[in-house]
């Protein structure tokens, strides 16, 4: 089993930045898979950012040059730098690790005022 908790979230004004962290209650150096999720009210939950053990990330099109999602294996973390952020990056963000099966933290609200 792994926990996830997510921190970092907030109110910041469009064009603002913020940084999201992730730690895990285990070693994440065996988690292919770690990534960043949002739901926003209303709408489903969606992908956001993806990082693999190799380094490899993937991004949803919409945060595509404006996030950035990084992992620090030796602090069992995951991160998500927004830059740029706009009024519909609002949502609860939620990271996810990929280990025999999925498991998710519980959520950081990210509001993006205009």
């Known amino acids: 089993q792994v926990q996830l908790v997510e921190s970092g979230g907030g109110l910041v004004q469009a064009g603002g930045s913020l940084r999201l962290s992730c730690t895990a209650s285990k070693s994440i150096f065996s988690i292919n898979r770690m990534g960043w999720y949002r739901q926003a009210p209303g709408k489903q939950r969606e992908l956001v950012a993806a990082?693999?053990?190799?380094?490899?990330?993937n991004y949803a099109d919409s945060v595509k040059g404006r996030f950035t999602i990084s992992r620090d294996n030796a602090k069992n973390m995951v991160y998500l730098q927004m830059n740029g952020l706009k009024p519909e990056d609002t949502a609860v963000y939620s990271c996810?690790?990929?280990?025999?099966?999925?498991?998710w933290g519980q959520g950081t609200q990210v509001t993006v005022s205009s």
């Open positions: 990082i693999f053990g190799g380094g490899q990330t």
């Open positions: 996810a690790a990929d280990w025999e099966g999925r498991y």
